[in-house]
């Protein structure tokens, strides 16, 4: 469902049109008698078949958006946040992680939330992403990967101040990371050996000591570890040449060592396209990469490339997912 007041519904409405001849086939956990509403408001010809089960869902796509009803607890209106629509934002999210975990779809694509409603309405999760981690059972969290046609970046932190994000570095959450990305990359993108480029976090690396101790203290005994276990890593590397097209022909993906030194470099290659990745999860979860743009929700203008594209990298990750366990 995602924030009900944003563009979600509209991005969905569009990636049915756009996929519905050639798929992947899928279906929406959301209030149908709001996808019809915002399809009448913005003029676009999209029915809406409501679901009882999942088994119902594939028949129809060709014609129309199947969807399973999941109803909020007020009209909704584009641009306009109400808190009362959390609970069902938030509750849309746990069904359609009970339904991929059931096995009953191959993976789950998720739709932008506005966090600040969802904490007013006391939602205890920084994110998606950390709600994804807790309802899947994993402590230690999951791990976000921001991907595009030509590059993929990973977060070591992913939603923390500046400040926080440097003082919380450590080896063993960089380790953490990589080795999760390092299984990914194998098992959900069929890379037989993946490469890995590890950012320093300091200035060209820490310039040797001279701009910061933490690259030699923190980033090199991890990147060590990691070639030690027999994972092709690299690093640490300064951060301001490792985005150029031909650095990025020599890695699989990058570990950056906070959000904007990953998403920075992600958007400005891709803005419209990139897809926002979830890994370390018992299941598939993509997302748009972007957020809920409640200055343009309802106007009809709104670009559905970057859910498009999730749905399309969802149905890929899922194929190769199944494959790497056959084998």
Known sequence: MGEPAGIGGEILLNAWRAL???????????????????ARMI????????????AEATAPFPSALPVLHAALASPSAPGRLDPRHANAVTASIARAVHLVRAGDAAALVTN????????RAGFGFPGHTEYLAHLAEKPQGAVMMLACDTLRV???????????AIETLTTERILYVARIVNDALRHDFGIARPRLAVAGLNPHAGEDGALGEEDRAIVLPAVTALREAGIDARGPLPPDTMFHAE????????????????LIPLKTIDFHGGVNITLGLPFVRTSPDHGTALDIAGTGHARADSLIAAIQMAATMAMSRRRAAAA
């Open 43 to 54: 003029g676009l010809a999209v029915p809406i078949r409501r679901i009882e089960s999942v």
């Open 20 to 38: 519905r001849q050639d798929g992947p086939a899928f279906f929406a956990v959301d209030d149908a008698a709001r996808l019809e509403a915002l």
């Open 112 to 119: 932008p939330i506005h966090k600040a409603t969802l904490y």
């Open 247 to 262: 650095a990025r022909a020599t890695y699989d993906a990058a570990i950056c060592m906070y959000h904007d030194q990953a």
């Open 154 to 164: 990973v977060p070591v932190s992913v939603h923390l101040p500046l400040r926080r």
